[in-house]
């Protein structure tokens, strides 16, 4: 193995987790460092946070729903607007909870209903943030909205989930709902500029676009693998991202997938083999980024097509529990047969 592949295989065992982020030198998690304090901070979701802006200027706040996938600023939304409607006393209004709580639906509501039932600095309604509301049962769901009627008079619900459509429908219509699309690439190019100037921090061009194509529209992703790269290394370049954060570059996929179709099954295995083995990423993500690179591929229609097809299958039974090498490699053959 050379120096360049054990040095890889190192790193990529595990991707570096907060924890090991704050260990490593640095006395803080960017991720919280740099979290937005106010809406106007929140990067990305100008239409959303005008919309949000409204409601804590009149300081008339209905239920929300906040959905969308990890990292695009459900909670630090949340956060601003207690901030901005209680000031200093923004801790004592807001109780934030995880739907998903080990204890139960039970410790949920039980906290829900003390923290309604009292008051603080005279605001007539105090915010409850729900994280993870789609993990509650349709059952859990319908006890919260009735907890959710017995308390309107003075607790506004922040709702914040994946998936709208996990959350029953008269919960739904209580709230309004926000959906939060993964943060677009210039704002993540820009807020990981910033975060990286403000810290000292060399970034090369192609180092900030492998932080964007790496985070997929996951800001809390950038910024904790910038931290990351920013811990192994002087500058913070393309090698140091991919390498942190085990992605695959775009054009070892292409290489792979373009051996396959050419019809050597053994190249495209060695390449599948360095990126499951070397670089050690999972088979879900593999998957995840040739779904994302499909259409820059120099493929022709049909080729398209039949390769999204297997894409589909394969993700479906690697979400189901398949053997991920298997699964990929049976994608390579069946691509390499066709050819013939
Ligand atoms: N839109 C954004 N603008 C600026 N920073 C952001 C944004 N979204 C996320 N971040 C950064 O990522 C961190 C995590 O974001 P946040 O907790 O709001 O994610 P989330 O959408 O609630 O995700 P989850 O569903 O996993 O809880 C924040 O502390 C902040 O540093």
Not at 138 to 149: H, P, V, Y
Not at 152 to 172: M, V
Not at 260 to 266: K, W
Request: charged fraction near 30%.
């Amino acid at each position: 193995m050379s120096e360049v592949e054990s040095e890889a295989d190192e790193v990529a065992e595990s991707e570096p987790d907060e924890a090991e982020v704050a260990e490593a030198g640095r006395d803080e998690i960017w991720i919280e460092k740099y979290r937005p304090g106010t809406l106007d901070e929140v990067a990305g979701h100008d239409d959303i946070t005008a919309r949000l802006k409204r409601y804590v200027e009149r300081d008339d706040l209905p239920n929300l729903l906040f959905s969308g996938p990890a990292g695009v600023g459900k909670t630090t939304s949340a956060v601003a607007i207690a901030k901005q409607l209680y000031g200093d006393d923004w801790e004592q209004n807001f109780l934030e909870l995880n739907a998903s709580d080990q204890r139960g639906i039970d410790v949920v509501r039980d906290r829900i209903k003390n923290f309604a039932r009292s008051s603080f600095g005279g605001h007539s309604y105090r915010i409850i943030f729900l994280d993870e509301a789609d993990s509650l049962t349709s059952d859990a769901q319908s006890a919260l909205r009735r907890t959710m009627e017995q308390f309107s008079s003075n607790t506004r619900f922040i709702l914040s989930c994946n998936y709208s459509s996990k959350i029953i429908d008269p919960i739904q219509s209580r709230c309004a709902t926000f959906r939060f699309g993964p943060i677009g690439d210039e704002a993540i190019a820009e807020q990981t500029r910033k975060i990286a100037a403000e810290e000292g921090i060399e970034t090369t061009e192609d180092g900030v676009d492998a932080l964007v194509y790496a985070a997929d529209g996951d800001m809390r992703k950038a910024i904790n693998a910038l931290q990351a790269a920013a811990v192994m290394g002087e500058v913070v370049d393309e090698e140091a991202v991919f390498t942190i954060t085990s992605t695959a570059r775009p054009e070892e996929i292409e290489q792979m997938v373009t051996h396959a179709i050419e019809g050597d099954f053994t190249k495209a295995r060695k390449v599948l083999d360095d990126l499951l083995t070397n670089k050690g990423m999972a088979g879900g993500d593999i998957i995840d980024q040739l779904h994302r690179s499909v259409w820059e591929f120099d493929l022709d229609d049909e080729a398209i097509v039949r390769l999204m097809d297997r894409v589909g299958e394969v993700d479906y039974r690697i979400t189901e529990g398949a053997n991920e090498s298997v699964q990929l490699e049976a994608l390579l053959a069946s691509l390499s047969l066709e050819d013939e």
